[in-house]
């Protein structure tokens, strides 16, 4: 009996008699319609045990990363179709259900391939095998070593798939994007419009939670001469940070600190940005988080939080058992924007305005796709296959979950009050988004 034989109960009860999807098998059988868009190669036996053993998305995202399983052609597209075999705690679509499993079981068996689950790939998050000997899960040494799984790959290697900005967040496609406005404008806008909400002038002193590569404190700094503080966990982003303001003309007015959020004790600031920081917090956390931003700030300072948030419901896409988790963000946890909101409002922060930026995050991933793609070869030197593999697989997957409002992003601006409730804000949103006074930009 060949592979694809064996296999064949179990792609019709995973994806369906019609799914588009050719599937090759490690002894030269295959499966499905020839012209199909979607192929995919089951390279050795350790693709079907991986799934017996985790079936699921982690079983799947296992094997890929490892190279057992390859997706050829479009791969947005391929996900599309796979999306269907997620498990349900996990995802949307078809479920890999119970009879779905005994296919998968009976197929192990014919083929005489059944044993121990694999050893997972070297790329996988160590984090949950060492449990508590790296401390409790959001505590500053865990959260340290949770940030340097997935920003410490090195620096050349995120300037390949980040483009020249170096910003890791939502870019902000305020025109059609094309030639003469690509991912490198849209993150020029992105911090112009984090500056004009926090209405940021000359002097101003001014925080950045989470600053990655100095992307946001380099622009405030330059365009609209405040002193910034950038604060991240990753030593590499710092490093380069550092030469960043210096080779930018700003090392006097920016000051870069290896540090975590509820150490920085140097208050009070005038403004305080967040852009993609919220999501490694913890909702645990929230209250700590949303309560030391708040002591930070001058009555009066404005705070903008810009996180990415899931649908209300159970949680999908950093359960411990995803790839996101996994391989992606360890530690990780998205919240509804409502349970962000109550947190800001029960510090003491009045909630002024709240901009939703999904499809603009569904550009900027697909950009960052193409470049990796586009320099997948040195991408592998720079780090090794199975990580290049997890990058594209979850930059890929979350296009298409912002696409399918599984995920959005928002940005949320809101005050710490001053004496009788004065905020300070303009009272139009259209006077919010005015060039800021001394900006150059």
Same mark, same amino acid.
């Given at each position: 009996m060949s592979v694809a034989d064996a296999v064949g109960p179990l792609v019709r009860a995973g994806l369906g008699a019609d !799914?588009?999807?050719? /599937?090759?098998?490690?002894?030269? %059988? *295959?499966?499905?319609?020839?012209?199909?868009?979607?192929? +995919? !190669?089951f390279t050795s036996p350790r693709a079907l045990r991986?799934? /017996?053993?985790?079936? $699921?998305?982690?079983?799947?995202?296992?094997?890929?990363?490892?190279?057992? #399983?390859? #997706?050829?052609?479009?791969?947005?597209a391929g996900l599309t179709a796979l999306e269907r075999v997620a498990d349900p705690e996990l995802g949307p679509g078809v479920v890999v259900n119970a009879s779905t499993r005994r296919?998968?079981?009976?197929?192990a068996i014919r083929l005489g391939i059944a044993g121990p689950p694999p050893r997972p790939p070297a790329e996988e998050s160590k984090l949950h095998a060492l449990g508590h000997s790296l401390g409790q899960r959001h505590s500053r040494s865990r959260a340290a070593q949770a940030i340097a799984h997935h920003y410490d790959v090195g620096n050349e290697f995120y300037e390949l798939v980040l483009g020249p900005s170096m910003t890791y967040s939502c870019a902000y496609y305020d025109r059609e994007?094309?030639?003469?406005?690509?991912?490198?404008?849209a993150q020029q806008a992105k911090c112009d419009l984090v500056s004009r909400k926090l209405g940021l002038k000359p002097g101003m002193r001014v925080l950045d939670v989470g600053c990655g590569w100095g992307a946001f404190v380099c622009n405030a700094a330059r365009h609209y001469g405040v002193d910034a503080v950038g604060i991240t966990l990753s030593h590499e982003q710092a490093e380069y940070a550092r030469r960043r303001a210096i080779q930018e003309g700003v090392g006097d007015r920016v000051q870069i600190r290896v540090q975590d959020y509820r150490d920085v004790n140097? &208050? +009070?600031?005038?403004? #305080?940005? %967040?852009?993609?920081?919220?999501?490694?917090?913890?909702?645990?956390? /929230?209250? !700590?988080?949303?309560?030391? +931003?708040?002591?930070? +700030?001058r009555p009066?300072?404005?705070?903008? $939080?810009?996180?990415? %948030? @899931? @649908?209300? &419901?159970?949680? *999908?896409?950093?359960? @411990? !058992?995803?790839?996101i988790d996994r391989y992606v963000f360890?530690?990780?946890?998205? *919240?509804?924007?409502?349970?962000?909101? *109550?947190?800001l409002e029960d510090a003491g922060f009045e909630v002024r305005d709240v901009e939703s930026l999904r499809e603009h995050y569904a550009l900027t991933l697909r950009a960052w796709v193409a470049n990796l793609e586009a320099n997948w070869d040195r991408a592998v030197q720079l780090s090794s296959v199975g990580r290049a593999r997890v990058w594209r697989l979850?930059?890929?997957? %979350?296009?298409?979950?912002?696409?399918? $409002?599984?995920?959005?992003?928002?940005?949320? /601006?809101?005050? @710490?009050?001053?004496?009788?409730?004065?905020?300070?804000?303009?009272r139009s949103r259209a006077s919010l988004l005015a060039p800021a006074v001394g900006a150059d930009s």
């Open positions: !799914t588009p999807v050719r /599937l090759r098998c490690w002894d030269g %059988s *295959e499966l499905g319609p020839p012209g199909a868009p979607v192929q +995919l !190669t991986r799934l /017996l053993w985790a079936p $699921n998305e982690l079983g799947f995202a296992r094997a890929y990363v490892s190279g057992d #399983i390859l #997706i050829e052609g479009d791969l947005m296919a998968l079981v009976k197929a994007p094309g030639p003469a406005f690509g991912l490198d404008e140097d &208050g +009070l600031y005038d403004a #305080i940005a %967040s852009v993609g920081m919220a999501e490694h917090v913890g909702q645990a956390m /929230l209250p !700590t988080y949303a309560e030391d +931003l708040f002591a930070l +700030l009066g300072g404005r705070l903008l $939080n810009h996180a990415i %948030s @899931r @649908r209300p &419901g159970r949680p *999908e896409h950093f359960s @411990r !058992t995803s790839f360890p530690d990780g946890e998205l *919240e509804p924007m409502a349970v962000m909101v *109550e947190a979850y930059m890929a997957g %979350s296009a298409l979950a912002f696409e399918g $409002n599984r995920l959005g992003v928002n940005q949320v /601006l809101a005050v @710490r009050p001053g004496v009788a409730g004065v905020s300070g804000m303009p």
